[in-house]
Structure formats: structure tokens, C-alpha cells
């Protein structure tokens, strides 16, 4: 990389492009689309998350300028929406409150130092960078060459990481060690796939290319293999011993902050966690009367391990992963004209592998913006090649259909009303987003779908999906 690479400079907020005048009606609605333009410029992976494809070879500035010029846009755009007369159409004032409390609660999450501290399996920074391959397009030699520069690129963003974690540091700001630790064992996963080779050069194994662009991709995937060590040993050997002492929990002030920015709105801490531990009892109940129902005599643990091996269990990856699209596509079938319309694009969403070192747990991407890259949901490999059903049916229904994949699928189709914000980003309420996903679960064993003791009973402690802004 050199000095001049604009990888290694400073963003800068993007500056309000000159539009033709909007009407009134649409004024709201108008500057949040901007300003998820705005962010796009800032976040190459939320540009190809939306399926925009003009810098899809680039990744985001990690570092402490880069987290500070999006404090600094989102700060922008609620003193431009301040500016706005008051709406009075109920669209304009819906897409105004929305606009306001998720970039204040953003501001408030960042305000806390999370960025600085952001060690974490499923949503740091690494994970992001390396989930954003896997919806990068692959059909063609450009596509692969793209794929390539990117892969060049990682060490510049893994390298503003550090420095952003080195920030917070300096700060007294830091993760759990057992966060680090997991993130290390993460890390090491990924550079032990493809034979010692690492997951980058796994990733890019099966491209049809020329020489020239092999050549590019075998350099790009050492360079990101490297920076995956360093990164790896530094967390290890430097942030861990320093991040010593820091506690698990986050303590209460922490907390509120992180509730209202999952949540989208400020919890009664207190009445939620009473509520939690009435909820945990209720459903130990339910367990108990499912395990005798799998296994008479047996407790949740002892009904579990049977049905690992005595219930449905199909051998081979492949093998899953095909009969998790078999059952997608019956469910769209099943629902379709009954209980939903499914027509169009919703009737498409994706099984597939989930790449090593993902989540431990399936999850879902969101379709690109115009459906090119489709919803997909993502099976992690086990370790025995063996996969019990009885804990992924509902999973699929919470991930795929009539969860996730239906939901976040059908926002899209309402861009003509609502804005981009709403339609692309707005998931970031994960109350909503998991919120319905938990209903599916219910509402297909309210349809009949969960009649058999061994079917439906998976849980629901899993990653929601893979769009970065969401």
C-alpha cells in the first residue's frame, strides 16, 4: 500500500451531493436515502451489502478517523433533519422518528466506546470484513479480480482495527478477555482452513482464471493470511494481558445504552430481567414436557442426546444443506396464497455452507437491494459431518421462511414509499427483526408443522443475519 492509496487516508463525511429540489412531501424521506448514500461512500461493505458494486474491491477505514467520520455524518443528518419543517404526512413523520432515535441511539452506542472495544465473534470488525466476501460477486474473471484487490486490502483495514483497539486502550477501554480468547481461537480457525493456507486462499481455490489474476488472488490472500496472524498474536500476546481484570458484564450504564440500541427503545432494566427469569421458568416447563414427550423418563439433556442419534440425522454437508432448501422451498410452497403472497423475488432464498469459523450457530444474509444477490441462509460445517434435524427445522423457519428471509426480503419491495433507510437499514432494531423471526417459529407449530416430538425443538440463541449496517 502506498501513502497515496485512499485505503490509508482519512475519510472524509461525504459532502451533500447537489440533487434536484424534492418536494416537500418527500423532504424526510429524500435525506434519509442521502444519507445512507453518504455512510455507502465511508462503508464499501454496506455499498455491496445494498448491491452496489462500483467499489466493491475496497473496505471500510477500521480505524479511530474512520469511526469518527461516521459520528460525525450521522451528527450531519440529524441537524439537517432539524433544519426540515415539521411533516405532516404520516409516511414523512414515520421515517423522521425512525431516523432520529437510530442515529442517536448509534451516536449513544459509539459514545460508550464500543467501537474501541469491539472484540467480538459474531458483529467485530474482522468477522465483517470477511463476511463481506462471501456475498461479493464470483461469476465472472472481473468478479474474481475484484475479489483479489480486495484480498490485498485486508491488512490496511486489520491494521486500522488495532489501532482503533490500541485507542481504547489508551483509553482504559477493553473487551473481556474471554472475548479475546474467542476471537483468537476465530482467528486461528480461519487461518488453519485450506491445508494451513488460510481461508482467503480456500475462498478463491475454485476461480476459473487467467494466470494474471490467479497470480493477483494467491498474493491477495497470503497478504490477508499475514495479517490475520499478526492480528491474531498481538490480540494474544499484547491486548490480552493488558485487558486482565475486565469484567464480563458491562455494568448498568452499558447496558441501557446497548438495550435501547438493540431494542429501539430505553428498558425498565429491572422489570425486564424479572421478566426474563419468569420467561426462563416458563419455558423450562415446556422442555420438560417435550423431553417426556421424545424420551419418557428422560430430562431435556438425555432427550437431546437421543435425538442425535436415534431421531433424523443426515451425513454430509451437502446432503444438509440440500435438504434445508428442499424444506425452503416446500414452506414458500405451503404458505404461499394460505397465510402469505409470495411472489416474486421473496420466493427465492438460498441454502448454503456457512464458511469455517463463522458463527456456531445458522444465520441469514439479507438480499442485495434488486435481488441479484439473493436471501440466503447459512448452515455452520460440523464437526462429524453429521447433522441431527431436530434442532434446525424451526431454525430454518427463524432464519428462512416465514422469518428472516420473509421479512427482511419484502422491505425492498415497499421503496417506492418508504426511503432507503427504511427498506436497507432500518434492521438494526433487532426487537423487530428477531422479534418476528422468534413468532415464525411459533406460527408454524400453531400451522401443524412441529406435530412430531423430534421436530421444531431447536432453539433460538443464534445470529439474526449477516448485513453489516443492520
Not at 204 to 228: I, T
Not at 337 to 352: C, H, K, M, N, Y
Not at 358 to 364: C, F, L
Request: charged share 25%.
Amino acid at each position: 500500500m502506498t501513502e497515496t492509496d485512499p485505503q490509508r487516508a482519512a475519510p472524509a463525511v461525504p459532502a451533500v451531493p447537489a440533487v434536484p429540489a424534492v418536494p416537500a412531501v418527500r423532504a424526510v424521506r429524500a435525506l434519509a436515502d442521502d444519507h445512507v448514500h453518504r455512510l455507502a461512500a465511508l462503508d464499501p461493505v454496506l455499498a455491496g451489502d445494498l448491491g452496489w458494486d462500483d467499489r466493491v474491491d475496497e473496505l471500510p477505514d477500521l480505524s479511530p478517523d474512520g469511526i469518527a467520520a461516521g459520528e460525525e455524518l450521522r451528527r450531519d443528518t440529524l441537524a439537517r433533519l432539524a433544519a426540515l419543517p415539521e411533516p405532516i404526512d404520516p409516511d414523512e413523520r414515520r421515517c423522521a422518528r425512525l431516523l432520529v432515535e437510530r442515529l442517536e441511539a448509534e451516536l449513544a452506542h459509539s459514545g460508550t466506546g464500543e467501537p474501541l472495544r469491539a472484540v467480538q465473534e459474531l458483529f467485530g470488525p474482522p468477522a465483517g470484513v470477511r463476511t463481506a466476501f462471501t456475498l461479493m460477486p464470483t461469476a465472472t474473471e472481473d468478479d474474481w479480480a475484484a475479489v483479489a484487490r480486495r484480498s490485498a486490502r485486508v491488512p490496511a483495514a486489520l491494521e486500522g482495527y488495532r489501532r482503533s483497539l490500541e485507542e481504547g486502550r489508551r483509553r482504559g477501554l477493553f473487551a473481556a478477555p474471554r472475548q479475546v480468547v474467542r476471537v483468537g481461537a476465530q482467528l486461528r480457525a480461519w487461518l488453519d482452513d485450506d491445508g494451513g493456507r488460510g481461508w482467503f486462499s480456500g475462498f478463491a481455490r475454485g476461480a476459473e482464471v487467467g494466470p494474471a489474476v490467479r497470480s493477483e488472488l494467491d498474493r491477495g490472500a497470503a497478504a490477508a493470511a499475514a495479517s490475520l496472524a499478526g492480528l491474531r498474536d498481538w490480540l494474544l500476546e499484547e491486548y490480552l494481558p493488558a485487558a486482565e481484570g475486565t469484567p464480563d458484564g458491562v455494568g448498568a450504564e452499558r447496558y441501557r445504552v446497548a438495550a435501547r440500541y438493540w431494542n429501539g427503545t430505553d428498558l425498565d432494566v429491572d422489570e425486564v430481567y424479572a421478566w426474563g427469569w419468569s420467561e426462563f421458568r416458563r419455558l423450562r416447563d415446556e422442555i420438560a414436557v417435550e423431553a417426556e414427550r421424545v424420551l419418557p423418563g428422560a430430562d431435556a439433556a438425555a432427550a437431546m442426546a437421543h435425538l442425535d442419534t436415534a431421531g433424523e440425522v443426515i451425513t454430509g454437508s451437502e446432503a444438509a444443506v440440500a435438504h434445508l432448501q428442499e424444506l425452503m422451498d416446500a414452506t414458500i410452497a405451503a404458505l404461499d396464497g394460505t397465510q402469505f403472497d409470495l411472489s416474486g423475488p421473496i420466493r427465492r432464498v438460498e441454502a448454503r455452507l456457512a464458511p469455517v469459523g463463522s458463527a456456531a450457530a445458522p444465520y441469514y444474509t439479507p438480499p442485495s437491494m434488486d435481488f441479484a444477490r439473493p436471501g440466503r441462509t447459512w448452515l455452520p460445517a460440523s464437526s462429524d459431518d453429521r447433522y441431527p434435524m431436530w434442532g434446525l427445522y424451526s431454525t430454518w423457519y427463524h432464519e428462512g421462511v416465514p422469518g428472516h428471509h420473509l421479512q427482511l426480503a419484502s422491505w425492498p419491495l415497499h421503496a417506492e414509499r418508504l426511503s432507503l433507510f427504511q427498506t436497507s437499514m432500518a434492521g438494526a432494531v433487532s426487537a423487530n427483526v428477531e422479534g418476528w423471526a422468534l413468532y415464525a417459529e411459533r406460527l408454524m407449530d400453531e400451522l401443524g408443522h412441529h406435530t412430531d416430538p423430534g421436530r421444531g425443538s431447536g432453539t433460538s440463541t443464534r445470529r439474526c443475519c449477516g448485513r453489516s449496517a443492520w
